[in-house]
């Protein structure tokens, strides 16, 4: 079976660091995505990984281990506009399967 | 400016009515794809297309139809809807397949009574 799983809730306080994992399992792997999904807007690409190690980009970075079924998405000096949800999502072999999200708040 | 756009963005309607939910881009995407999203499930494929004239079942395709006549359009048809199709549908394109960033549409709440 198909089983994508990420923490359903996080908080953070403005400006420091918060990690959000997500472990697969799939059959087929062909990559694995990240998008941001604010609350009743369409999800926006942030991260495409398909080899393993880290992927920087700013304040976000999406590390991935392909032999642990493994990702995170690391967001540094975070803003409150990071408030959002974050979509970790596997490419099988002809899919993109999404996992539920994680709602992320950021106090200030 | 390069988009998707969907109509309606918002639609009440009753169970057994017709409706089709229609999908542009202007990107000349090949693949098109229509999701819904459901509290505690997240995002599920309903149906996608690879180009033209070619479309396929996703997780979920059951009370869907699709078609892909032209490149840029990619319209949702629910020929009975029942009140488990109230949902948020997204439809998304990509340049080539699901390898590549999809660009999702601003989404369609759709209630079913």
């Known amino acids: 079976g198909q089983n994508i799983d990420q923490p359903t809730e996080m908080t953070a306080t403005e400006g420091a660091i918060v990690q959000i994992n997500c472990t697969y399992q799939?059959?087929?792997?062909?990559?694995l995505f990240w998008y941001q999904q604010h609350a009743g807007e369409a999800p926006t690409f942030l991260s495409y990984?398909?080899?393993?190690g880290l992927e920087e980009k700013g304040r976000f970075s999406s590390f991935l281990s392909r032999s642990k079924g493994y990702s995170y998405l690391l967001l540094k000096e975070l803003q409150m506009k990071d408030s959002a949800s974050y979509l970790c999502?596997?490419?099988?072999?002809?899919?993109?399967?999404f996992g539920t999200g994680t709602r992320l708040q950021v106090f200030p | 400016e390069a988009q998707v756009t969907q109509n309606p963005r918002y639609l009440i309607t009753v169970t057994g009515k017709k409706l089709t939910v229609t999908c542009s881009q202007n990107m000349n995407h090949e693949y098109m794809s229509w999701y819904r999203q459901d509290p505690g499930l997240g995002l599920r494929q309903i149906y996608y297309?690879?180009?033209?004239?070619?479309?396929d079942k996703g997780d979920v395709p059951e009370g869907y139809k699709v078609s892909r006549k032209e490149k840029r359009n990619f319209p949702l048809i629910l020929e009975s809807p029942s009140p488990n199709q109230t949902s948020l549908y997204f439809c998304a394109s990509s340049l080539g397949g699901t390898s590549l960033q999809q660009f999702f549409g601003p989404g369609t709440r759709l209630t079913v009574l």
């Open positions: 990984n398909v080899l393993d």
């Open positions: 799939t059959s087929g792997f062909n990559g």
């Open positions: 297309s690879m180009n033209v004239e070619v479309t």
């Open positions: 999502a596997v490419l099988t072999d002809d899919k993109l399967i």
